[in-house]
């Protein structure tokens, strides 16, 4: 077993519980110690691991044989990709559970990316009113995002992680190795939400990121493991701050509200969420531009670190209205008004419905068809 | 609009939040004072009314017409029937939500029994991650039970209740008014509820039901009101100790064990959930005999209080390995061993393996065919 290169631990603090977030290298591979790490969080005996058919072939057997040692391990493989994001994976879920009879005293194990982890939240979530899960995630958009903080669910026809519970999972367990093996247009997808956190809190991680980002898109471990370190302890004390989102939470949805009109849009799957996300936080900033709170100078800057990481900067054409029509099913509309996460500056974000709706429209309207 | 005979207002603490049960006369009704009621418990203006097509004739239109004055109101009529408490019946709440463009501001209200209640409650719990909802019951089995103490969901092909969450509603609005309309096989099906409060925890209890069971098999209200008022009593009680049922909350599932094998190997709707509850309370009983706890006097008090209800006190014919395998699926199975709830005396129950298992396939036995 090769010696971990970067190894971080996190606590994250909630209502329900506290868990660790372990960041480390070299966890997952032949005769490793991954089953050592999260076995201490796994309080039964019975084990489902609920993975998808990409990441199956690299990651599902050493871990499957290794928690076999001491569990009763059952597997289930989902086809990969957001579009099945939905009922029908859920109940492959459950049937499997009901199937070989597993009750209160499972731990779930999601051993994939931000899909994967929000569906075995989701379905750890509602079996049985609740039961334990834990985090593996083996995408750069998941270890520095969705497995932290507990936001579980699937997507409706209609609307995006329209359906879903808050559920806190035991532990989270990011191996940096997992990068390895991930294409690269996800690599990027993932940086979308690393550049996110900069942008909304953080302008000297800006600084940092434009001196970085070629290392991390080098995969160079130590690196990317101090990107995910950083990411993860802003998540972290944004969730304690507001678990359920009232409040402060919003703020890391920055550049989603756009981002979901282009992914419901385009049709789940086409483009990735990262990427809908980078295009997503470009039209804010324009937006936060004809405000007035942003230069054209900043624009460019979040257009220039955004294209370092391979990443698009310009939405798909969608007409005005149609994109309008899709953001009224946003879950931050509140009264019927349309809120957004713009931006004051660079490093610092708003929640906001205090803009002219028009200058909306002009940004809306830059990028129709 | 008629003087309330019978008032009481309870509070129920759970950790999320505390929330009133008002159990009350005459709300529902042509010029009632039920909007009146549940109206400062909605906090934003969008509310959703989820009923089925046999309550929605009786009483929907009354609190619908109150409500539009104050709110947005859309209104979701399912199927009436255990039969269609399942996934299908909550992607239709999801669906009318998202139509309508509703948000994370909507209260559901659950106008109806203990189902429409149930899958209300898990629709409120998923939609955008967790909404409010208020809870009307309107069958008496509803009114003691399930309406309190935010145990939500639907049922599995596999098995009863088996996807769901906890879930508290704002409040509890009980019209003993609509006890009128119910059918007289659901009176009953909600007295099997009532006599379990009893035989679990309150001897004194059923002294009081022998004596009361013919004056609220005749519709007395009065009796009926104080009937509920004790029930939801015991229920928040036990709710405020133990809200996740890791303990205590355990022993409200008195009889269901068995009865929960008679509701799936019947096929959901052909028993009333009580009237399944009522014949698993006698093998409980009769298992509680066999280890040496009840006397066959005390035995027979159960059987006898049962038909004083017009309940059934003998199961239907099922295989006894069948309904040990039905039993595998219960929540309460713990590391593989069957628990049961049993009767140490009348008004005194224990959540326990401790038992001979041939004694439990004897009881089996002794209703196979």
């Known amino acids: 077993m090769a010696t971990p290169l970067f190894h971080a631990d996190l606590t994250v603090h909630t209502q329900s519980h506290d868990y660790p977030i372990v960041i480390t290298e ?40 290794e928690l076999e040692a001491q569990f009763t391990v059952q597997v289930c493989v989902l086809p990969d990709g957001e579009q099945y994001k939905n009922q029908s994976s859920i109940n492959q879920i459950y049937d499997v559970l009901m199937a070989v009879h597993f009750n209160r005293d499972v731990t779930l194990i999601a051993l994939g990316g931000g899909v994967i982890g929000d569906m075995t939240g989701f379905a750890a979530a509602s079996f049985m009113r609740g ?120 703020l890391l949805n920055f550049g989603h509200t756009f981002g979901h009109v282009i992914e419901t849009h385009e049709g789940y799957g086409s483009w990735l969420h990262g990427e809908a996300v980078a295009a997503g936080m ?36 969608i007409e005005v209205q ?22 004051k500056s660079l490093g610092e974000a708003v929640l906001t419905n205090d803009f002219d709706p028009h200058l909306l429209t002009d940004v809306l309207a830059t990028h129709a068809p």
């Open 26 to 65: 070299n966890a997952i591979a032949e005769n490793s110690s991954m089953a050592s790490q999260v076995a201490p969080y796994i309080t039964g005996r019975q084990v489902l691991i609920v993975t998808n058919e990409t990441v199956a072939p690299l990651y599902l057997k050493a871990l499957q044989e």
């Open 131 to 250: 039961v334990n899960f834990i985090q593996i995630p083996t995408t750069l958009l998941s270890q520095v995002d969705s497995s932290v903080g507990g936001k579980t669910g699937i997507n409706h026809p209609q609307g995006k992680n329209m359906i879903g519970a808050f559920w806190q999972p035991q532990m989270v367990l990011a191996d940096m190795s997992t990068l390895k093996t991930l294409p690269a247009r996800e690599l990027s997808a993932g940086l979308a939400e690393v550049i996110k956190y900069a942008l909304i809190m953080d302008a000297e991680f800006l600084t940092w990121l434009e001196h970085n980002l070629p290392a991390m898109m080098a995969l160079d471990l130590a690196v990317l493991g101090e990107a995910v370190k950083r990411c993860c302890q802003y998540k972290a004390d944004v969730v304690a701050q507001d678990e359920r989102e009232s409040g402060v939470r919003a």
């Open 282 to 317: 470009v039209q804010a900033a324009e937006l936060s531009q004809k405000i007035g709170w942003l230069t054209s100078d900043e624009v460019a800057c979040v257009k220039r670190i955004l294209s370092l990481a391979n990443l698009p900067i310009t939405p798909p054409p």
């Open 322 to 343: 149609t994109a309008l029509d899709l953001m009224g099913h946003d879950k931050k509309v509140k009264h019927g008004q349309i809120r957004l996460i713009l931006l």
